[in-house]
Nanobody, 121 residues
Framework: QVQLVESGGGLVQAGGSLSLSCRAS????????MGWYRQAPGKQRELVAR?????????ADSVKGRVTISRDNANAKNTVYLQMNSLKPEDTAVYYC?????????????WGQGTQVTVSS
């Protein structure tokens, strides 16, 4: 059974930094893309950043220059990281990790449970 477990998040003042991580576990054959979405209260879920198995990444315009996504595939760590700097109150949201992968019993997009990021002004 594939699981995505997130860690990090929390409360930070505007201008501060936070780091999120997400590890995919289970019988996984390959992972194509991994990344993060976020959803603020009353808003639709939006892509924050995405990174492919080859290391190509893309970012939402709202976070470019402030956020860095990276990935560790060594030794089946299957972990994606999100380093967020210069945080703004509008970054407040629940952040969800996703992975597009092929597992032994399923394939497709899998999601983490979400982690809250709150930026105070």
């Amino acid at each position: 059974q594939v699981q995505l477990v997130e860690s990090g998040g929390g409360l930070v003042q505007a201008g501060g930094s936070l780091s999120l991580s997400c590890r995919a576990s289970g019988r996984i054959f390959s992972i194509n893309a991994m990344g993060w979405y976020r959803q603020a209260p009353g808003k639709q879920r939006e892509l924050v950043a995405r990174i492919t198995s080859g290391g190509s990444s893309n970012y939402a315009d709202s976070v470019k220059g402030r956020v860095t996504i990276s990935r560790d595939n060594a030794n089946a760590k299957n972990t994606v990281y999100l380093q967020m700097n210069s945080l703004k109150p509008e970054d407040t949201a629940v952040y969800y990790c996703f992975a597009n992968l092929i597992g032994s019993q399923a394939m497709g997009e899998f999601w983490g449970q979400g982690t809250q990021v709150t930026v105070s002004s």
